[in-house]
């Protein structure tokens, strides 16, 4: 079994910053893709960031030049630095990682069980 664990969650105000973590354990032979994904109330979950083993990113055009996603490959882990927060982000922050847990197996993407973020104006 693969677990991804969020933290870093919580309350804040208009303009400012958090620092969400989220870290990988289990059965795990290689992590590729890892990632952040958002679900504000009614609307779908959609794509924030996300980055490969080779460290290449991709962000959502609306957190481009804010948000900031790293990982730290050793601990299994990545980490979503996020600025100028607007009260529309608020919502429930998910981690992503695309798997392998063999290395004949293919990856499978796991999902955490999400982070709240409130961004009060």
């Known amino acids: 079994q693969v677990q991804l664990v969020e933290s870093g969650g919580g309350l804040v105000q208009a303009g400012g910053s958090l620092r969400l973590s989220c870290a990988a354990s289990?059965?795990?032979?290689?992590?590729?893709?890892m990632g952040w994904y958002r679900q504000v109330p009614g609307k779908q979950r959609e794509l924030v960031a996300t980055?490969?083993?080779?460290?290449?990113?991709n962000y959502a055009d609306s957190v481009k030049g804010r948000f900031t996603i790293s990982r730290d490959s050793a601990k299994n882990t990545v980490y979503l630095q996020m600025s100028s927060l607007k009260p529309v982000e608020t919502g429930v922050y998910y981690c992503?990682?695309?798997?392998?847990?063999?290395?004949?197996?293919?990856?499978?993407?796991?999902w955490g069980q999400g982070t709240q973020v409130t961004v009060s104006s």
């Open positions: 992503t990682a695309a798997v392998s847990r063999s290395i004949r197996s293919s990856a499978s993407d796991y």
């Open positions: 289990g059965s795990i032979f290689s992590i590729n893709v």
């Open positions: 980055i490969t083993s080779g460290s290449s990113t």
